[in-house]
């Protein structure tokens, strides 16, 4: 089987089909995602937390990111593989932009990029849409500006709705392939769909997205407190948790390891 493409991404939004996208930042999980049938795996810059233990996505690294993608891109068959461009690596202009975003395609194999913000970037868009290089817009609460907005808060309300609205048919214009509308009000995110010929992907903005993303530890209830717009899935906090204590138990009592452990 070959890859989902951006070809796939837009058949699925004239189907009106909705798909599912989740984050991975490793070979193992990318395969039981793949597997799943997962059509799209972000590497997100969210790694700075869930991966390397930050309290925001502002320190990570091209450098960082760089090998969590190769990982992803070589644990999945099927799966478009979206590379999260981190805070500093485009906002500088359109040179840095480029050359990070190459870097990702060349060194990871990933088959498109993301970035924050909407008119205010608008020439890294264009220059890479350009250069062959999918890209995946992303409005609303973008991370990376947590600093700007004073904190993680519901973005587009009253005024603001409008430009985001206006911000989504710029990237549209500019060549994005697909938007990610972030903790926005479920009816800007309704009418943006409705407005945009490219699909849009929601995280927080309610049912009327054309596709959804989470965090893969917040869907699978491994990290310990999210959002409200978060469901999650299993509880792999209690079951990896109690994993632990009984190989703890097991090995103070002496049960672990047993004959069928054991080579003779
Ligand atoms: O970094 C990330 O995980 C993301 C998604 C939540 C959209 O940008
Ligand atoms: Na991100």
Aim: charged residues 20%; hydrophobic residues 45%.
């Amino acid at each position: 089987g070959r890859r989902v493409t951006v070809r796939d991404i837009a058949a699925a939004k004239e189907r009106h089909e909705k798909w599912p996208m989740l984050t991975a930042y490793d070979a193992l999980t990318a395969r039981i995602f793949d597997e799943a049938g997962i059509p799209v795996l972000l590497v997100g810059d969210s790694a700075a937390m869930v991966v390397y233990g930050y309290d925001s996505t502002i320190p990570v690294t091209v450098d960082d990111l760089i090998p969590l993608t190769a990982a992803v891109v070589r644990g999945s068959k099927r799966a478009m593989v979206v590379a999260d461009l981190p805070f500093g690596s485009y906002q500088t202009g359109v040179p840095e932009a480029l050359s990070a975003a190459t870097r990702f395609l060349k060194e990871t194999g990933a088959h498109a990029v993301k970035l924050e913000g909407g008119r205010r970037i608008l020439p890294q868009v264009e220059a890479m849409v350009a250069a062959g290089i999918p890209v995946m817009g992303h409005l609303g609460l973008t991370p990376q500006s947590v600093n700007a907005f004073g904190g993680y808060r519901v973005q587009g309300r009253g005024q603001d709705g409008d430009e985001l609205m206006a911000d989504a048919k710029a990237l549209q214009a500019a060549g994005a392939f697909s938007v990610v509308l972030e903790c926005v009000p479920e009816d800007l995110a309704a009418r943006v769909t409705a407005s945009l010929a490219i699909p849009t992907i929601g995280i927080g903005g309610g049912n009327q997205t054309d596709a959804q993303v989470l965090v893969w530890q917040d869907m699978a209830g491994l990290t310990p407190r999210t959002a409200k717009f978060v469901k999650r899935f299993a509880d792999m906090n209690t079951l990896l948790s109690e994993a632990a204590r009984s190989y703890a138990d097991e090995v103070v009592s002496g049960v672990y390891p047993a004959p069928e452990h054991t080579y003779r």
